[in-house]
């Protein structure tokens, strides 16, 4: 017999939906819809939306209420410069206790990452990517720094699809930084060098987003401005 309270299966239901991109940002959050479809009553429901509100997943906005957290670019560059810190961090102090097993199943996982290029799936990419690096950092033995990681990673779910998505040449490179850090671990590196390749590997995937969003900004104010010219709209010719 199950002993999941209701606030907790209410909390599960609106948390898979949300992992996995059924109730997208900006989905609104009805609280007698979701009690009628989980046959209970509102107070686990709203139970279950706060504790989702604290993990930064659901934002409650008067005459709105409840919806799906929006995504800033902002929240973005925040999420993943304090990710690529803790994760860093937790990744080097995890490492001493990395066996040679946890070494195997991280290379067999960044080898199915390697062969999803080909035919190149953003989301099955994004799971890949999270398994890999939980067989990295998850022996770190400091309890408060895995639940930062964790909650990054949390916010991170609703964002990382599109990441490898606007910029699927970063996934390449991404695979090829893996080996890097697994190696590092292996010959026993230094912490500190752990943990800087660590961080770089976060990084970068955040540098080539903002790249990407910079670029395409800039375009768009040149199609803006192009169009604002006289004769903007007579073909081009060749």
């Known amino acids: ?34 009690a009628a479809e989980l046959d209970v009553s509102v107070v686990p ?62 290379r067999e996982l960044n080898e199915r990452m390697r062969r999803t290029l080909d035919d190149f799936d953003p989301h099955r990419f994004t799971e890949l990517n999270l398994q890999f690096h939980a067989v990295l950092f998850e022996e770190c033995p400091n309890p408060h720094l895995l639940d930062l990681v964790h909650r990054g990673w949390n916010r991170m779910k609703v964002l990382r699809d599109s990441s490898f998505g606007f910029v699927p040449g970063r996934a390449q490179q991404s695979v090829e930084e893996h080996e890097h850090i ?21 990084t970068a995937t955040l540098d080539a987003v903002l790249a990407y969003q910079s670029d395409h900004r800039a375009a768009g104010e040149t199609d803006a401005a192009a169009s604002a010219e006289p004769g903007a709209g007579a073909p081009a010719v060749a």
Do not use: C, W
Request: hydrophobic share 45%; aromatic share 6%.
């Open 45 to 106: 429901v709203r139970e279950a939306i706060r504790r989702l509100e604290a993990e930064g997943l659901v934002t409650f906005e008067r005459n709105v209420g409840a919806q799906v957290a929006l995504i800033k670019e902002t929240e973005y560059l925040h999420t993943m410069q304090t990710l690529a810190l803790v994760e860093g961090a937790a990744t080097s102090m995890s490492a001493p206790h990395l066996t040679a097993d946890h070494l195997r199943r991280a």
């Open 1 to 34: 017999m199950s002993t999941e309270s209701k606030s907790q299966r209410a909390y599960r239901f609106l948390r898979e939906r949300i992992d996995d991109g059924r109730y997208v940002p900006g989905f609104r959050l009805v609280l007698g819809q979701i």
């Open 182 to 202: 697994v190696a590092l671990i292996e010959a026993g590196a230094d912490p500190l060098e752990i943990e800087l390749a660590a961080r770089r590997h976060r």
